[in-house]
């Protein structure tokens, strides 16, 4: 292992150690939005995705799985994979409660998956705040073209990196002042984690910024090429945005049409 590789390792581990931090918080706020009927998928994901009835999904950092319920909900055949044991054991027990078929999940950090799974499927997916703590996109991107069928495709629908460089907190009054440089390639350091589905705790962790070039370069490079990318100025209550549209989705008001949120992107496999 490289010098590279170990400092990652590193780094992942604090992560794995923050996000268990708030598995417990996690697990009883999804219980609870998981018992509402009206409990749906980021609409923008739901339109996106369309018909997955019977379609075996892997869904990449999938936290406490509450998402992966509400994709197995939409007929589909769900393993979700997250680095965090804790989370693994929430997700478990949510899916238990709620009594969901057909959805498994194992523990394991995305970019190790290679090497202890073995199956293929129709969507390889991963949605809202993940890419961040991903430390090597090109290694990413040989995890999702590995899992995909020939005839599967990738989705994505994150934070938009142009957002990302903003300061959060000014942001919100609709203040633009960059804070992250764009082309930065080390990772931010914060001290504390945690805020949209629990309360911040202490706990040391690390997050990557990713220029949008290095995204899709990374897929290129990993035999798969972009067949759909969409940005918008909306996104999923909690990762920005304090006013709610009719559809349920977060937006700034003040910059509502000036500045995208979050993007999605879909890609498949190059057949030769």
Request: net charge negative; hydrophobic share 35%; charged share 30%.
């Amino acid at each position: 292992m490289d010098k590279k590789d170990m400092d990652f390792d590193l780094k992942i581990d604090a992560n794995r150690n923050a996000w268990s931090k708030l598995s417990k918080e996690h697990y009883e706020h999804f219980k609870i939005n998981l018992s509402n009927d009206d409990f749906k998928l980021n609409p923008i994901v739901e339109q996106e995705l369309g018909d997955i009835k019977g379609k075996k999904i892997l869904h990449l950092q999938c936290n406490t799985g509450a998402d992966s319920i509400l994709l197995a909900r939409k007929g589909a055949i769900v393993t979700g994979v997250d680095f965090s044991q804790e989370n693994i054991y929430y997700a478990k027990k949510l899916a238990h409660e709620f009594e969901i078929e057909d959805i498994d999940f194992i523990c394991e950090d995305v970019l190790k998956l290679i090497e202890t799974h073995s199956e293929t499927y129709d969507i390889v997916l991963t949605t809202d705040g993940v890419l961040g703590w991903i430390p090597d996109l090109e290694k990413w991107a040989e995890v999702v073209s590995h899992f995909l069928k020939e005839d599967g495709y990738f989705y994505l629908h994150d934070s938009h990196p142009w957002y990302l460089i903003f300061d959060e907190n000014l942001i919100l009054n609709g203040e633009l002042s960059p804070k992250y440089p764009y082309f930065k390639n080390t990772p931010d350091e914060d001290e504390y984690i945690g805020g949209y589905a629990s309360n911040p705790h202490e706990s040391k962790n690390y997050f990557w910024g990713h220029q949008l070039d290095a995204i899709i370069s990374s897929l290129i490079k990993s035999n798969l090429f972009v067949t759909y990318m969409k940005e918008y100025d909306r996104c999923s209550p909690g990762m920005g945005g304090l006013e709610i549209d009719e559809n349920g989705l977060a937006y700034l008001k003040s910059l509502e049409g000036k500045l995208p949120l979050t993007i999605s992107i879909k890609a498949k496999k190059y057949i030769k």
